[in-house]
């Protein structure tokens, strides 16, 4: 997700923002600020806005898609620690009690 943005960005802001849109890497770097919540409305959005009015699409889609992606990786690490605790606590068959 965040490679293919990183090129539609780069294809879609590069040549009106070079600073900030100018290379894959550059891109990358405004887009984990994006991500982040870092100074991303008066800094990347706002200005970016004046001469394309298209982009707070761009930038909602990925907002979206990354902050879904950064909370599936959150609760697949708590779910895996839940499933090792589980499986620690949880008795074998051998040592079940009689009925």
């Known amino acids: 997700i965040f490679y293919v943005f990183s090129v539609m960005g780069t294809k879609l ?47 909602l889609a990925f907002i979206l898609l990354s902050t879904f992606m950064a909370l599936n990786l959150f609760i697949g690490v708590i779910v895996s620690a839940i499933d090792a605790q589980n499986a620690e606590d949880a008795p074998t068959l051998t040592n079940l009690p009689e009925a």
């Open 13 to 59: 802001f590069g040549g009106t923002n070079p600073e900030q849109f100018g290379s894959l890497g550059s891109t990358a770097y405004t887009l984990f600020q994006v991500m982040t919540f870092d100074d991303w409305s008066g800094g990347v959005v706002k200005p970016l806005m004046e001469r394309h009015p298209y982009a707070v699409a761009f930038f």
